[in-house]
């Protein structure tokens, strides 16, 4: 994964930040929005771009495009700094391969055990039913 490529690929647009904030608010675009073309990306693999599409599918839009924005800082300058920290994040979890599941069994004693409360939860319902 090429920073350097990916950060030429990277569209920003500056927006008003919504909320509480007076009137300084209201006529500066501090809130920063991140656009990413997945499916046109020529940083990525073929591969590396089905996995992104595969993983982040809920945060795509329907032109395969991810959006990412910020609007924490009150400088724009820190919005978009922090708006590409987090897409390099999302970009390197997205990337990542989960670990394969190895199939176990339960061991002797855990099945003994397990065995054992079914016995005394069994014996304690039908203490429940018996009445002199």
Do not use: W, Y
């Not at 989960?98 to 003994?112: G, I, V, Y």
């Amino acid at each position: 994964m090429d920073k350097e490529a990916l950060l030429k690929e990277l569209q920003f647009k500056a927006v008003r930040s919504s909320g509480a904030g007076g009137q300084h608010v209201n006529k500066v675009s501090s809130k920063v929005v991140l656009t990413f073309d997945v499916f046109n990306s020529s940083a990525l693999t073929e591969a590396q771009k089905n996995r992104v599409l595969l993983k982040l599918r809920n945060r795509l839009t329907k032109e395969q495009h991810l959006l990412l924005h910020c609007d924490e800082a009150r400088s724009q300058h820190k919005n978009k700094a922090l708006v590409i920290e987090r897409f390099f994040e999302v970009l390197k979890k997205a990337l990542q391969a989960s670990k394969r599941r190895k199939p176990t069994k339960p061991s002797r004693a855990a099945k003994e055990k397990r065995l054992k409360s079914k016995k005394r939860n069994a014996e304690k319902k039908a203490n429940r039913n018996f009445r002199v």
